[in-house]
């Protein structure tokens, strides 16, 4: 019995005791993510099917800095209006920014800015083309940490402003859900 009271009170004291840092205050992380979002263009192939990308970051307390990269290898379908089979893929990398909330020091929420440069890449029927435009990455994300492991989910809203239509060629601002899967080690 008085084993599994000493035992109850370890597991307890992990926890809610304070993390032990090598760097002070300051942590480092370094992730994969793998994931996929919905198409941003209505009748069109979905450039943001299914991704693979990293992320490095710098977290002071509850501040957070960093750069991120993903690949979406995208989709090929018969778009009307291209005169066959369009494929789509995009390439995302940029900077991401915010604040996190750590609970039990165990599990951080954080919000999150991403803004950087998506760079749509056009082939099949249509001429192949890399438009690059401007984009706004606003999400959350939930990640869980055993030492120097984390692990965790991310839900964000991709905003494309102004970007040009890749079937008629007019400008508008489109948007698109992303969600990944993400694993890493933190210093």
């Known amino acids: 019995m ?21 760097l002070g205050p300051v942590d480092i992380e370094v992730a994969a993510k793998i994931g996929g979002g919905t198409s941003p263009f209505s009748g069109f192939s979905n450039p943001l099917g299914f991704g693979l990308g990293a992320r490095g970051d710098v977290v002071l307390g509850g501040l957070y800095g960093g750069v991120s990269i ?3 290898f995208g989709s090929s379908e018969d778009v009307i209006g291209a005169g ?3 494929s789509a893929s995009a390439l995302l990398y940029g900077i ?17 800015l991403g803004l950087g440069n998506f760079q749509l ?7 192949s083309s890399h438009p690059s435009n401007l984009y706004l ?9 055993f030492g120097m492991i984390i692990a965790g989910v991310d839900a964000n809203i991709l905003i494309l402003p102004g970007i040009n239509d890749p079937v008629n060629g007019g400008s508008s601002w489109d948007a698109a859900f992303t969600a990944h899967v993400q694993g890493g080690v933190k210093f």
Request: net charge positive.
């Open 84 to 86: 066959g089979s369009v």
């Open 137 to 145: 990455e606003p999400g959350i994300v939930g990640q869980v940490s």
């Open 2 to 22: 008085r084993r599994m009271v000493a035992i109850a009170v370890l597991g307890l004291a992990t926890l809610f005791a304070p993390e032990a840092r090598a």
């Open 96 to 112: 991401e920014g915010g604040y996190g909330l750590k609970l039990f020091n165990l599990v951080t929420l954080r919000g999150q």
């Open 121 to 127: 890449n056009v082939g099949g029927s249509l001429p």
């Open 70 to 72: 993903i690949y979406y």
